[in-house]
């Protein structure tokens, strides 16, 4: 933890009450509130469900948010559980084990996709992943990776409790190629979480109560002489030259139009002046031409 919060004279304190001591020091008008134990034990679930119920900052008032910051599947799931079960909104985020990517996401009950709607193989396949760590080895770690999911994290937090902004239902990060991928997750209609599919009906009754818009597009006028330059638009074609210089439009299937019409012509043009045929051949008009 020394890479984030855990400094050499806290040695022998738990995570949680070095990152309080820490914090606190930084700003000590925070309140913050600890606890030391395991979250997926049945005894201390029940306790974590009545923190986020009712440790808002009005007491017996819910807290705004949940962010999931831990490095375990099991717990993941019971955050997933416990906010499911509460109809409360949390953000989960994560860094994968080789440390060089990492992502976050916006969680609504309901809304948007929660964690067991698309849960990893880990856990769709029912695998205890403490079988998956080799003893003696330990995931990669890279300060700088998490800096980067953790910061995004909290710029999509304050957005979402400030209400300004685009907040990213799902973002990602790939430290390899600095790609920052994002998508919108819809939820399961078959997720194995019976309060997530109540949430998603729910939620599907409530776009239904809302009243339908309907999209309305305006033609927007142009208008070229009031600009702050003064240019004004002229034509170089008047009205009756376009007129004269356009022909009927035939009768077309529909759906079918012309590129343009062979203009009609004008009966006032200038007669063909004819040349009366004298008889001579070519050579008695060439020797005439001689002589003159």
């Known amino acids: 933890?020394?890479?984030?919060?855990?400094?050499?004279?806290?040695?022998?304190?738990?995570k949680v009450q070095a990152a309080e001591y820490t914090l606190r020091n930084i700003n000590p008008d925070v309140l913050f509130e600890v606890h030391n134990y395991n979250i997926t034990t049945v005894e201390n679930f029940q306790h974590f469900m009545d923190r986020i119920s009712n440790g808002g900052l009005?007491?017996?008032?819910?807290?705004?948010?949940?962010?999931?910051c831990v490095d375990n599947f099991e717990a993941r799931m019971t955050i997933n559980t416990a906010c499911n079960e509460l109809g409360q909104?949390?953000?989960?985020?994560?860094?994968?084990?080789?440390?060089?990517?990492?992502?976050?996401?916006?969680?609504?009950?309901?809304?948007?996709?929660?964690?067991?709607?698309?849960?990893?193989?880990?856990?769709?396949a029912n695998i205890d992943e403490k079988t998956l760590k080799r003893e003696g080895v330990c995931a990669a770690?890279?300060?700088?990776?998490?800096?980067?999911?953790?910061?995004?994290?909290?710029?999509?937090?304050l957005k979402f409790l400030l209400n300004f902004g685009t907040v990213s239902f799902y973002l990602g990060y790939n430290a390899m190629q600095d790609f920052f991928p994002t998508m919108s997750m819809k939820p399961n209609p078959q997720c194995d979480d019976?309060?997530?599919?109540?949430?998603?009906e729910e939620y599907k009754k409530k776009v239904a109560a809302l009243p339908k818009q309907e999209a309305i597009q305006e033609e927007e006028e142009i208008i070229h002489e009031?600009?702050?330059?003064?240019?004004?638009?002229?034509?170089?074609?008047?009205?009756?030259?376009?007129?004269n210089s356009s022909g009927p439009i035939p009768d077309?299937?529909?759906g079918i139009t012309v590129a343009y019409t062979v203009p009609k012509k004008q009966e006032d043009s200038v007669a063909e002046v004819t040349v009366e045929d004298s008889g001579e051949s070519l050579e008695d008009l060439m020797a005439k031409m001689k002589n003159m």
């Open 141 to 157: 770690s890279l300060p700088t990776t998490m800096g980067v999911v953790a910061g995004i994290l909290v710029q999509n937090v």
């Open 1 to 14: 933890m020394n890479r984030l919060f855990f400094q050499p004279h806290q040695a022998g304190l738990s």
């Open 194 to 200: 019976r309060n997530c599919r109540k949430h998603q």
């Open 252 to 254: 077309l299937p529909e």
């Open 226 to 243: 009031d600009n702050e330059w003064g240019i004004e638009l002229v034509s170089e074609v008047s009205e009756e030259e376009l007129k």
């Open 89 to 124: 909104t949390w953000m989960e985020s994560g860094v994968s084990e080789n440390a060089v990517s990492g992502h976050i996401q916006l969680i609504i009950p309901g809304e948007s996709a929660c964690f067991a709607c698309a849960p990893p193989l880990v856990v769709a």
């Open 58 to 68: 009005e007491e017996g008032k819910p807290v705004d948010l949940v962010l999931s």
